[in-house]
């Protein structure tokens, strides 16, 4: 892992979001409706919509508001929320940190099982265990995560005898098994097409370092299956495991959206549709950048390792 590659791929993420930061703008500027008549409400004058657009910045040129708005968030000010009338960096920091929880937990869960699912059905090529977890990936992959929460909520936390809570958020401060108890049908929601997605990457590649001459010679020099296994099969088949587990945070960061409505957790995507429905253009914007970033962030993270695991891609 050399510096120059390292800060490469450092300048790309900087650029890609500098232009996120456009589009993000740009976005949230010609959303429908008005942020003054939303805090003001429909019987507001119009000297007082005039007034507070004029408090907030909004009769500014959108040049000028955009400038404003990045030397804030350069400087870590995201000014404050339209309708919670807090510090948007309070809002959205707790929000994160919540939503950091469940994604985490669930990426780690996915990782820990889906790898292992992947190498076992790739070393069982053409038998029923394949073909179980064949199964399994193509169903997982198709099911949107509304349909999976549903039969979790119906299987784990049914009335009258719920094993789960079916919805809702504990601090770990407050409690931590009330805290792992809500956050496990989430997690397990926003995991079953990760680990699907995941798993069937881990055994096509596999398979395909598997029937490779390099195994092959591995074994005819006497070399025993399970160490060629441990050595050589498995690290070359994780490299693309790991671009694929990095783009799949994408997928989390919007799965994260609908499942945290679901089970009513109080993280970015919840926060996310509130600020919506009540243009709430602060709250939208930090939390589209920080995705952003986590995505990005996420995307680097994963070069890294690659290279690290494969030299050839540092110097590609």
Do not use: C
Request: glycine share 8%; proline share 5%.
């Amino acid at each position: 892992m050399t510096l120059a590659y390292f800060l490469r791929r450092l300048g790309m993420i900087i650029v890609v979001l500098a232009i996120v930061t456009v589009a993000v703008f740009t976005v949230t500027m010609i959303l429908p409706g008005n942020a003054a008549l939303m805090i003001l409400g429909e019987y507001a004058t119009p000297e007082s919509l005039a007034a507070l657009e004029r408090q907030l910045g909004l009769d500014q040129p959108l040049l000028v508001q955009y400038f404003d708005w990045v030397s804030g968030v350069v400087r870590g000010d995201f000014g404050m929320s339209l309708r919670l009338s807090l510090p948007v960096s309070q809002v959205v920091g707790e929000a994160f940190w919540n939503s950091a929880l469940l994604g985490a937990t669930a990426l780690v869960a996915v990782t820990v099982v889906a790898i292992p699912l992947g190498a076992l059905a790739a070393l069982k090529r053409g038998t029923g265990t394949d073909l179980g977890i064949g199964v399994f990936s193509y169903v997982g992959t198709a099911v949107p995560e509304f349909v999976t929460a549903t039969l979790l909520l119906v299987i784990f936390a049914a009335p009258g005898s719920p094993i789960f809570p079916a919805g809702g958020f504990v601090a770990p401060s407050e409690s931590f098994t009330g805290f792992l108890s809500h956050l496990v049908l989430p997690a397990a929601t926003l995991g079953m097409v990760l680990m699907a997605h995941i798993s069937r990457q881990v055994r096509s590649e596999m398979s395909d370092v598997l029937s490779s001459d390099y195994i092959r010679a591995a074994r005819l020099k006497g070399l025993k299956r399970g160490r060629v296994i441990r050595r050589h099969a498995l690290p070359n088949s994780l490299a693309p495991a790991i671009a694929v587990i990095s783009l799949d945070v994408g997928y989390l960061l919007g799965g994260i959206i609908v499942v945290e409505e679901i089970f009513a957790w109080p993280g970015l995507g919840r926060l996310l549709i509130y600020a919506l429905q009540n243009r709430d253009l602060p709250v939208i914007q930090a939390v589209a950048l920080l995705m952003a970033v986590v995505y990005a962030l996420s995307n680097l993270l994963a070069d890294i390792v690659i290279a690290a695991l494969d030299p050839r891609v540092r110097y590609a």
